[in-house]
C-alpha cells in the first residue's frame, strides 16, 4: 500500500487541535480506496512464523474462516485451502469454537477450545487435521508451550501435559484445581518449571512439569461484594519473566512480586500505560515476551510491564512486532511505534484518491468520504479502509452520534443515517435527527428540538408510551399531558406488579408544562456510552401534537438496555453503567416514574 507518509501524521495534529465535530477538508489527505474491510469477526490471533500470521475470524452466518497476512497485519487474505481444511475437521460437531491456536514448530500446530474430548492437531502447516483424542472434556481456558511440551487446562479443572508436541495427551494426576477453582492461565518458564492461577484466587507453582504442585502465597484481592459467602476474587491471568519475577492479574487488581511470590505488590494500572504501545521483549533466559512498552535498552526486568490480557489475543513477530486484537479490530505495532489499526482489510489497489472531507469521533473512530464513497480510519488518520456508500452525493458534512450512529447531509439538504459507522445508509426518519444533526456538527443557533411548539403553542399535547421487556422483568405504561391556555390535563396508566391508572385529573398549566420541559428534557439530553449491556430493553415512545410550529405532530421511538441507574417508583434496577453514561430512553422512565410517584402520594 502507497502512502504519502507525512500528510496523515500533519492532518492528525490539526484534527486532534479541533472540537470533536469539526469537518476539515483535507486538500492534502489521499487514501487508496481499493482497500476494504473483509466483513470478518476476528476472533484470535497467532503467528505460525515471523512472516506469517493467522487470523480465525467468522462472518455473519458463517463457519470459521482462515485469514493470513504475511505482511505484519497490515493486509490480509482468506486462506481457502486452510478454511475448507478447518471447516473438514469440524464438521462433526456443532456448537464447536477454536479459541486457541498455538504452533509448537511452523508445521505442527494445536488448536483448542469447546471442541470436546479432543484438540485439533495438524503436521502440514493447516493443509490438514487430526482430531487427537483427550482422557478429559474440558472448554479448554488456556494452552501453554515450553519447547516441545504442551499444556493444557480449562473448565473441568484437570491439567493435561503432551511431551511430544500434541501427538498424545496424559492427564496429570497431580492437579490442585477441580470444577470449582478451575485453572484460569499458565505460565512457564521451562519445560519443568511453570505457575499456575485458579478462579477462586489461588497460585500454584511446579518444578516437574505439572506432576506435582506446590501453593504459594497469593496476592490478597478486595472481595468483590461485602457479602462474607460470596465467591473470592478470581486470578485471570500469570506472566513469569524470571524465577523472581512475575505478574498476576484478577478481578480485584494486578501485582508483581519480585522474589518468587513471597510477598506481592499492587500494581494499579498506570495512565501512561493506556496509550501505550505493545513491544517485542526478551526476558534473561531468553524468553520471547509481550510488554506494554519497550522492555529492553537497560530495564531492569522488575521494571517491565507484561501484557496481561488474553493469550490469543496478541501475536510477537520476530524482534520487534506485535499484532494484537482489540476493540476496533487488529493494531499493529512495529519499533514501539502504533503502525496500524483497524478490521482485517484486503490489498490495496495502489491508486490515491484525495478525501473531500473528514470527521472525528475520537481517536480510533474518523470517517471520510469522497462522492459516495466513506473510509474510515481507527488510527487517527494513518491508514485507511472503505466501508460503505451514502445514496446521495456529494456530501457536506458527518456528524457522530453516540456509538456507531452517524448522520450525514447531503448537498441538497437531505440528512442521512448510519447506525453501523458508515457502512449502511438510509433517509433519516426521526425527527429528532435534525435537532442532533444540529447540536453535534456545532450549528447551535439551528439547534430546534421538535417539540418546542408544545410548549409554546396552545393547545398541546404530548403522549408517551413505555415499557420494558426482558427475560426477568416486564413494564407498560402510558402517560398524556394536554395543556390548554390557562390549564392542564393529566392522565396515564401503568403496570409493574398490578395495575395502577393515574385518572384523569386538571392540573395547573404550570405543573403541565413542568412535566412537559422534564420529558423533553430527557428527550433530547445527549446520550453517551452506558458501558454495559443487557438483556432487558427500555423502550419509550413520545407522541405529540400542537396547533403551529417547524412539526406539529410527530413520534419519537427511543430504546436502550436497560443495565444504567434507574429508579422507578418503589423499585429499583442497577447496573454497572458508566458513571457519566445516558440513554434517552433510560431519562423517560425516569420521569414517568416520578410523575406516578408523585401521583400515588
Request: aromatic share 6%; proline share 6%.
Amino acid at each position: 500500500m502507497r502512502h504519502v507518509s507525512w500528510m496523515p501524521v500533519v492532518l492528525a495534529a490539526l484534527l486532534l487541535a479541533l472540537p470533536a465535530s469539526s469537518q476539515v477538508p483535507p486538500p492534502l489527505t489521499w487514501v487508496d480506496l481499493g482497500v476494504r474491510e473483509l466483513g470478518l469477526r476476528a476472533q484470535l490471533v497467532s503467528s505460525r512464523t515471523d512472516e506469517d500470521v493467522w487470523l480465525i475470524a467468522s462472518g455473519r452466518g458463517s463457519s470459521s474462516q482462515v485469514l493470513r497476512s504475511a505482511d505484519a497485519g497490515r493486509s490480509w487474505q482468506v486462506d481457502t485451502k486452510a478454511s475448507r481444511a478447518l471447516e473438514r475437521a469440524l464438521i462433526a460437531s456443532s456448537h464447536v469454537t477454536i479459541d486457541h491456536l498455538v504452533w509448537v514448530t511452523p508445521e505442527i500446530g494445536i488448536a483448542a477450545g469447546y471442541l470436546g474430548a479432543r484438540v485439533l492437531r495438524t503436521t502440514d502447516a493447516g493443509l490438514s487435521w487430526q482430531a487427537i483424542p483427550l482422557t478429559d472434556n474440558p472448554w479448554v481456558y488456556e494452552v501453554e508451550r515450553a519447547g516441545k511440551r504442551v499444556w493444557l487446562c480449562g473448565s473441568s479443572g484437570h491439567i493435561l501435559r503432551s511431551d511430544d508436541a500434541g501427538a498424545s495427551w496424559q492427564e496429570l494426576k497431580g492437579s490442585p484445581f477441580n470444577s470449582d477453582d478451575r485453572c484460569m492461565e499458565m505460565s512457564f518458564l521451562s519445560p519443568e518449571s511453570g505457575w499456575a492461577v485458579g478462579m477462586h484466587g489461588s497460585l500454584w507453582a511446579t518444578e516437574d512439569g505439572g506432576t506435582s504442585w506446590q501453593r504459594l502465597s497469593a496476592p490478597e484481592q478486595a472481595p468483590l461484594r461485602d457479602d462474607p459467602s460470596s465467591l473470592p476474587p478470581e486470578l485471570r491471568h500469570v506472566v513469569r519473566l524470571t524465577a523472581l519475577v512475575a505478574w498476576v492479574q484478577g478481578s480485584g487488581g494486578r501485582f508483581l512480586t519480585t522474589d518468587g511470590g513471597k510477598t506481592w505488590h499492587s500494581k494499579p494500572t498506570a495512565q501512561s500505560e493506556k496509550d501505550a504501545v505493545l513491544a517485542v521483549s526478551r526476558t534473561p533466559g531468553g524468553q520471547q515476551v509481550v510488554t506494554v512498552g519497550p522492555a529492553g535498552d537497560g530495564v531492569p526486568v522488575e521494571q517491565w510491564v507484561p501484557f496481561l490480557g488474553e493469550s490469543e489475543g496478541v501475536a510477537p513477530l520476530g524482534e520487534n512486532t506485535v499484532v494484537a486484537l482489540g476493540q476496533r479490530g487488529l493494531s499493529t505495532f512495529v519499533s514501539g511505534q502504533l503502525l496500524r489499526a483497524g478490521p482485517p482489510v484486503g490489498k490495496g489497489s495502489d491508486v490515491l484518491t484525495p478525501l473531500e472531507g473528514i470527521a472525528r469521533k475520537a481517536p480510533d473512530a474518523w470517517l471520510g468520504w469522497v462522492g459516495e464513497q466513506i473510509v474510515a480510519s481507527h488510527d487517527e488518520g494513518r491508514t485507511w479502509f472503505r466501508v460503505g456508500r451514502v445514496p446521495q452525493s456529494p456530501l457536506r458534512a458527518l456528524a457522530f452520534l453516540k456509538e456507531d450512529t452517524v448522520l450525514a447531509e447531503s448537498g441538497a439538504g437531505t440528512l442521512l443515517r448510519s447506525d453501523d459507522f458508515g457502512r449502511t445508509w438510509a433517509p433519516s426518519t426521526s425527527p429528532l435527527d435534525a435537532y442532533d444533526f444540529a447540536l453535534a456538527s456545532g450549528r447551535t443557533a439551528s439547534a430546534e428540538s421538535p417539540f418546542d411548539c408544545v410548549l409554546t403553542t396552545s393547545p398541546a399535547s404530548m403522549k408517551v408510551r413505555f415499557d420494558i421487556q426482558g427475560c426477568f422483568d416486564s413494564y407498560t405504561g402510558v402517560i398524556s399531558v394536554k395543556l390548554s391556555p390557562d390549564r392542564a390535563e393529566l392522565s396515564g396508566e401503568r403496570t409493574v406488579e398490578k395495575p395502577f391508572e393515574l385518572e384523569r385529573r386538571t392540573i395547573s398549566r404550570g405543573e403541565g408544562e413542568r412535566i412537559v420541559r422534564e420529558l423533553v428534557a430527557a428527550a433530547t439530553r445527549q446520550e453517551t456510552p452506558l458501558g454495559c449491556d443487557s438483556t432487558t430493553w427500555y423502550t419509550a415512545t413520545i407522541e405529540w401534537s400542537c396547533p403551529s410550529g417547524r412539526i406539529k405532530k410527530g413520534t419519537v421511538e427511543l430504546r436502550a438496555p436497560g443495565c444504567g441507574a434507574l429508579t422507578r417508583g418503589t423499585a429499583t434496577t442497577t447496573g454497572s453503567a458508566a458513571p457519566d453514561g445516558y440513554a434517552r430512553a433510560l431519562g423517560i422512565h425516569q420521569v414517568t416514574s416520578e410523575v406516578f410517584a408523585g401521583a400515588s402520594h
